[in-house]
């Protein structure tokens, strides 16, 4: 699975953005999806991840700020992200696998992207 990140960059507190994966065709009854980001001297985490049945996860600092979202026709993941914080600054990754439940741990990925960069500012 080729993934390829964009739609980072910088914001202010409490600003939005809104980042796009584009991945190769797949089997969308094998596959999940996922948005994980790392921070410097942190580890990677995970954020939100969409399952081969639909359903979906969210790392608890995120829930009711971040959305993850896919155009299945556009074989496009999308996380939407608003009200920005500081802490949300990080690089960016998408994931996928081919066992298809939704986790959030990195360890249960074996496709990766390059990541794209999101830096939110006071």
């Known amino acids: 699975v080729q993934l390829v990140e964009s739609g980072g960059g910088s914001v202010q507190v409490g600003g939005s953005l809104r980042l796009s994966c584009a991945h190769s065709?797949?089997?969308?009854?094998?596959?999940?999806l996922a948005w994980f980001r790392q921070a410097p001297g942190k580890e990677r985490e995970g954020v939100a991840a969409w399952s081969s049945d639909g359903a979906r996860s969210y790392e608890d600092s995120v829930k009711g700020r971040f959305t993850i979202s896919r155009d299945s026709a556009e074989n496009t993941l999308f996380l939407q992200m608003n009200s920005l914080k500081p802490e949300d600054t990080a690089m960016y990754y998408c994931a996928a696998n081919s066992w298809g439940g939704a986790s959030l741990h990195a360890v249960h990925y074996n496709a990766w992207g390059q990541g794209t960069q999101v830096t939110v500012s006071s």
């Open positions: 065709a797949i089997n969308e009854r094998r596959y999940s």
